[in-house]
């Protein structure tokens, strides 16, 4: 007993209470693009990016693609990019995920009111790995651990399809699982919506354009939320859902 007492008061209070007002410090979870002009002709930060995520005149970054690895920001010599630990990057339209020195944030989540009126109490997750390489997955995994508590909003990841109401969807959708993908999907009842988490399973990246994938599923099936990172933090996940459904945060 004493044993487990100082293990709790060296570790802390693990629970967050606010997952919005949450500070994660030393988080890499959003890049940050300067006003600052350019080097003439330099595209140092498009050459860095191993996804092309980066476009420029005017620079931005495709969050969809971005998985966070840092390197355009070094070689920038005008040191116009930077990343900070603004979790709050979930989106509704996959356009909103292109992030600028004028569009610094994607936009802010509109709340579906058809949604918040059928799962704003309860709302059940069946979690789907399309191929990926478990690091969305392990994140996905830790929503239901003491610090995020996802169920405390009512929101449980289920193990059949058939109790689902949203597919959360990981990994950049390899040919051997479009078949077990779409049976999950049309073993859902409706009404249903995808949950695309991570930059695999949002546009393939960093495996966009491989003969192994087909993500035909969804050019028939757009996400209704979108979760970037590489992997994206849980806090990215739980306000990203909150905000959509129109929850309020609970303590």
Same mark, same amino acid.
């Given at each position: 007993?004493?044993?487990?007492?100082?293990?709790?008061?060296?570790?802390?209070?693990?629970?967050?209470?606010?997952?919005?007002?949450?500070?994660?410090?030393?988080?890499?979870?959003?890049?940050?693009?300067?006003?600052?002009? $350019?080097?003439?002709?330099?595209?140092?930060?498009?050459?860095? $990016?191993?996804?092309?995520?980066?476009?420029?005149?005017?620079?931005?970054?495709?969050?969809?693609?971005?998985?966070?690895?840092?390197?355009?920001?070094?070689?920038?010599?005008?040191?116009?990019?930077?990343?900070?630990?603004?979790?709050?990057?979930?989106?509704?339209?996959?356009?909103?995920?292109?992030?600028?020195?004028?569009?610094?944030?994607?936009?802010?989540?509109?709340?579906?009111?058809?949604?918040?009126?059928?799962?704003?109490?309860?709302?059940?997750?069946?979690?789907?790995?399309?191929?990926?390489?478990?690091?969305?997955?392990?994140?996905?995994?830790?929503?239901?651990?003491?610090?995020?508590?996802?169920?405390?909003?009512?929101?449980?990841?289920?193990?059949?399809?058939?109790?689902?109401?949203?597919?959360?969807?990981?990994?950049?959708?390899?040919?051997?699982?479009?078949?077990?993908?779409?049976?999950?999907?049309?073993?859902?009842?409706?009404?249903?919506?995808?949950?695309?988490?991570?930059? $695999?399973?949002?546009?393939?990246?960093?495996?966009?354009?491989?003969?192994?994938?087909?993500?035909?599923?969804?050019?028939?099936?757009?996400?209704?939320?979108?979760?970037?990172?590489?992997?994206?933090?849980?806090?990215?996940?739980?306000?990203?859902?909150?905000?959509?459904?129109?929850?309020?945060?609970?303590?």
């Amino acid at each position: 007993m004493f044993k487990s007492i100082a293990v709790r008061i060296a570790q802390g209070t693990q629970y967050i209470p606010d997952p919005r007002a949450a500070n994660p410090v030393g988080l890499c979870a959003l890049p940050v693009i300067s006003g600052d002009a $350019c080097a003439t002709e330099c595209r140092a930060c498009l050459d860095a $990016c191993p996804t092309n995520a980066i476009a420029l005149e005017p620079v931005t970054i495709d969050l969809g693609r971005c998985v966070l690895c840092g390197d355009c920001a070094p070689a920038c010599p005008s040191r116009k990019i930077s990343f900070n630990a603004n979790y709050r990057v979930a989106a509704t339209d996959r356009a909103a995920l292109l992030v600028s020195a004028v569009r610094s944030v994607p936009d802010a989540i509109q709340v579906s009111a058809e949604l918040h009126r059928r799962f704003g109490r309860s709302l059940k997750l069946r979690s789907v790995s399309a191929g990926g390489c478990n690091g969305c997955e392990l994140e996905i995994n830790a929503l239901s651990n003491v610090n995020f508590d996802l169920g405390r909003y009512g929101i449980d990841i289920v193990a059949s399809p058939r109790h689902a109401d949203a597919l959360v969807l990981s990994g950049p959708i390899t040919r051997n699982m479009v078949d077990a993908l779409q049976q999950c999907w049309d073993a859902m009842p409706a009404p249903k919506f995808i949950i695309a988490v991570g930059a $695999c399973a949002i546009s393939g990246s960093p495996f966009e354009g491989s003969t192994a994938l087909d993500r035909s599923l969804l050019e028939r099936i757009a996400p209704t939320l979108y979760v970037p990172g590489c992997p994206p933090h849980p806090l990215s996940f739980v306000c990203g859902i909150l905000d959509l459904l129109g929850i309020a945060s609970a303590a």
